[in-house]
């Protein structure tokens, strides 16, 4: 148990609406990331932070930001949601080689 | 541009026979891999690692072979159980990339029959 907890687990929302998935830690891991899983893709990486205020674009950054505060929360905004950010989001923590998942969110956007 | 792959979607295998799993990857900068099992509704879990000084690593049930030459990893599972049945990603990263992220495979689906 690598201490991390995901907030909502599931959220249903509108096309536009804005939405915002939290990621906290427990155990003041330097890395955090951001995936989404969708059929036939694995795992994305959507952003990351390498230490507060320092954050990184992944492969599928467009239409996503992310804020880190603080070391223990990583925050992942969709400004504007569309259908096709309908996924399940993942948030990470690395301990040495290793990164270690959180239960994930599931993202419902009508 | 898929740099890891897994063929097969689906494995099927019988309880206490020999379940093996192939990843294959493209970007020779790759130097570190990993498997993860991953249950329905619950996030990735860390199962074993290898890196690429390394061609097996043994955990219990769990070995994971890499061919550096081929570029091809498998992971074995003997003997398999029924509560292995899980969809199983592999995951590569390389020191020199920013933020030593991590490139996955698109999954395969283990069903461990009794």
């Known amino acids: 148990d690598a201490g991390i907890t995901q907030s909502p687990r599931h959220k249903v929302t509108e096309t536009g609406t804005p939405v915002t998935l939290r990621c906290h830690q427990t155990e003041n891991h330097r890395y955090m990331y951001w995936y989404r899983q969708d059929p036939g893709h694995g795992l994305r990486l959507i952003h990351y932070s390498y230490g507060v205020k320092d954050t990184d674009k992944g492969e599928v950054s467009d239409g996503y930001s992310v804020s880190r505060s603080k070391t223990e929360d990583f925050l992942l905004t969709l400004e504007s949601a569309t259908s096709s950010q309908t996924s399940v989001y993942f948030c990470a923590i690395r301990n040495q080689e290793t990164q270690y998942f959180g239960p994930g969110t599931r993202l419902l956007v009508l | 541009d898929q740099q890891v792959k897994q063929n097969s979607p689906s494995l099927s295998v019988q309880e206490g026979r020999i379940s093996i799993l192939n990843c294959d990857y493209t970007n020779s900068m790759f130097d570190y891999f990993l498997w993860y099992k991953k249950y329905p509704a619950e996030g990735p879990t860390f199962l074993i690692s290898i890196s690429s000084i390394k061609d097996k690593n043994e955990d219990g049930r769990f070995t994971v072979f890499l061919n550096k030459s081929a570029k091809h990893l498998s992971l074995h599972i003997v003997p398999s159980q029924p509560g292995d049945s899980a969809v199983y990603f592999c995951?590569?990263?390389?020191?020199?990339?920013?933020?030593?992220?991590?490139?996955f495979g698109e999954g395969t689906q283990l069903t461990v029959n009794p």
């Open positions: 995951a590569a990263s390389a020191k020199e990339t920013s933020g030593s992220r991590l490139t």
